[in-house]
């Protein structure tokens, strides 16, 4: 085991620098390389494979829920961007801008897309004229700009890859129920595949979306305490219809403005993976996005029959749709051990000649070490059971530093106190609606307001700030 | 049919004017829209659609081949773009310049990537250091940007989405092999998924992409008798490697260059297909990569019965893997018949209330209209035959047309008397080599090179511009 220990020693501990210990796994990983562009990074193959997974399960989601994929282009022209007020002034200031095409400069700046509003806006006036057009139900997966100053792999750079969902409708009960309903979808995403709990709620006014008239946003609780929004759904009303004069003819005959939404999620998901489920080993992956979901190390792989077995074995789980890898490399097992584990591996499968001589193999799990001796004969019945052990067991462990870390206060001391004593984590407590007092609870604690989740309690009938009457409760954090 | 005929009306036919029927079909089969910035289009649910089949068919091909996915970043460092001398000559004069982050002037101008390249160099001289890194197989999709002047649908635009395969090999061996293997990956995919013939060859040195040893592609016929590049393959030596400094200690312990690839095809398969295949009714897709493969038209669907039949044979027909959609929608048969047929649709299949009562049903086939009445019993299977038959029935009359249209000749003035009879298409004649004589039979003729084929014929010993001694033969046409 000691060039388990070795590799392992490579990585700092999250006891010692959680933020460290993140950068290191990205890398060590082999999940992002930097560029010589400040904020962008390469997504490496293993770190691609994971979003090729997420993607493949949302796009399924998504087009069962009747969404179409289009594809929009990537620059927007500065009076576009300015048609819709509120818009242009959350946005502006952090867009990359297009000058010059060739040696010749442009008649008009363009700015590279932070996001796609204003696109889609001129192309709904385009097509849609009358109700038998509505609703239009459209994603696109692209990537996005936005030239943030601090910079860190997946949680935010300059460039990132997401989904965003655009959506038109006649009435605004139908844009509200699509809001509410792919909150829902992105929220069951992350409990079924990600194994990560989420609190689902309404952003505070001052916290909304630029153009939105409201937002909802599903929040995660990373394992150092600190809240990750994960996903966002926006009802647009019919602000940027009439901003972009999208009209169309009712069955009563009459002209009208269309009610929009639009949702997201991005490659951030990749770093809220890390950082719900990471440990000092290295990354631990949810099996349904695992790139690699069981790893075969044989054992004394020299020996007649030891390798053969190995991939036989592969061949006989990829039958029954896991994804596995025989690593038949010349690295010692010990070193293979560590590798996969950095790697966050799900599953391992050990084999050696005895174990083939009983007819049986040893399955060890990511996330607890923990280890099996299974027969060769039920093989495939018991990886299964082991991927949706070790997806439980990640969404139980979550759920419990999140529940751990949830404190119920009714003071501003208490508060103070919770996030000294136990940590980090999220605070519920009662609001009055005021903004002065949302921004006074971050001054005075650190912690800000996440969400007004979903699911109300009645902690006290006063705010925790100010004392009068309170209208929510809040979810408050110190957020990445 | 009075309906039918008013669609049709609507497309200029192709005699009349080629480019103008073009246009129409993509507008009018709703593969595109057009925005406010020039060159850059909304790729629209159904031509969306068509690409994500092709995406899905060429990854699995590249995946195969033992590609990865990884993602670059868009942008290009204007320092990094210069440090190979023939790239940049290649592409500066056509890329889009970023000079401002949000407000702020940036200290380097970043280009967004016209293709990625250095972007692949600079990353691989981060991670390659051993033989034992070697080779590594990458491919990503993502869209480029070229700032062209003139621009059209699909065939040249602005910003357009590609897939960019990029490896890096221990020998000079190993990658020619790759190159050669990618160039053969894009032409069995242009005959089995696209049912579109192709020629496979080199280009001239004249003709090569910028900073290759040597460009491979594959060029087609389109209907009109112009030939379209329809992907490409280039072997880069190890000229990038000595530009960015790429080094790896080979198991001799010394240190080397390693050898390069890329190879890309893009969306502009899509125009090729529509040119290739397309009629004055609209487009023709071929079965691969149709998003809708059969497409039912109820017959007096208000008659009890049909509709569900309908969607009983839609759910019969999707179990078996093809792709479906029943039109229950209140417009008039006739209407329905030219709109699929507009859109391409392989096999329409039509249904009515004597159908029903005699256990059958009509199937017709886009390509030729020729319609067989088959059993509801064996529709599985027939409708499986018919779409085959639609794949072989394009290939065939696509092969035909090139065929017709490729003329070999032995001088100038065979050259001109048989594109002034018979129109465009392939000439194929011979070459001694020299770029003047290149340049010569296009000013006399029109036809530029396209390539010089690998299937090579020995149509003369002399130069068919000089009279010189011939090298290879030559295929010449008018491009897109």
Redesign the interface.
Known sequence: MADNKKMVAEITSMEEDFAKWYTDIVKKAELI?????KG??????YG??I??NMQKILDKMFKDTGH??????????ES?LQKEKDHVEGF????????????EKLEER?C?RPTSET?FC??YS??IHSWRDLPKL?NQW??V?R?EKTTRPFLRS??F?WQEGHTIHATAEEAIEETEKMLNVYADFCRDALAMPVVKGKKTESDKFAGAVSTYAIEALMHDGKALQAGTSHYFGDGFAKAFGIQYTGKDNKLQNPHQTSWGVTTRLIGAIIMTHGDDNGLVLPPAVAPIQLVIIPIAQHKPGVLDKAYELKAKLEKAGIRVKVDDSENSAGWKFAEYEMKGVPVRLEIGPRDIENGECVLVTRHNREKTVVSLDTLTRQVKKKLKEVHNGLYKKALENREKRTYRCTSIDEINNALNEKGDGFVYAMWCGEEACEDKVKELTGAGSRCIPFDQENLSDKCVCCGKEAKHMVCWGKAY
């Open positions: 390389e930097y560029t010589s562009v962008c990074m390469v997504i490496r193959p691609y494979a979003w090729e179409e994929n289009v594809c929009m282009p990537m620059f927007i022209p576009l502006a200031p952090e867009v990359a801008w297009i000058t010059h095409g060739g040696s363009l590279v696109l001129e192309h385009n097509i459209y692209v990537s700009v030239w300059r460039e890859l």
